[in-house]
């Protein structure tokens, strides 16, 4: 069972910028990551998901703020997040696939394992 581990969240005013970081337990392979976000009262949404041939897959809302990276051999993936808004306070989770994932049709239900969730609060 992978486990997955996010830090990096946090308190920043509007325009800041944060750097989230997901580390998995586990060398098993995996073959794609995410972030995803669950704002009070919203359903969790997706927010980026990489494969492990770098392609990517951004929210609309986010384009062009956030960028999603991972370093598979140390299993670790970032999202670095700037010019961030209020509207991008949530909890941020992280997700992972060891079967490869369709990025057009990639659902909640294509990552099996998800990490607790790290706060980010973005004040105006």
């Known amino acids: 069972q992978v486990q997955l581990a996010e830090s990096g969240g946090g308190l920043v005013q509007t325009g800041g910028s944060l750097r989230l970081s997901c580390t998995a337990s586990s060398i098993f392979s995996i073959l794609a990551m995410a972030w995803y976000r669950q704002a009070p009262g919203e359903q969790r949404e997706l927010v980026a998901i990489i494969t492990i041939s770098n392609s990517t897959k951004y929210a609309d809302s986010i384009k062009g703020r956030f960028t999603i990276s991972w370093a598979n051999a140390k299993n670790t993936m970032w999202l670095q997040m700037n010019n961030l808004k209020p509207e991008d306070t949530a909890v941020y989770y992280c997700?992972?696939?060891?079967?490869?994932?369709?990025?057009?049709?990639?659902?909640?239900?294509?990552?099996?394992?998800w990490g607790q969730g790290t706060q980010v609060t973005v004040s105006s």
């Open positions: 997700a992972a696939a060891h079967q490869p994932v369709l990025l057009l049709s990639a659902t909640q239900d294509s990552f099996p394992h």
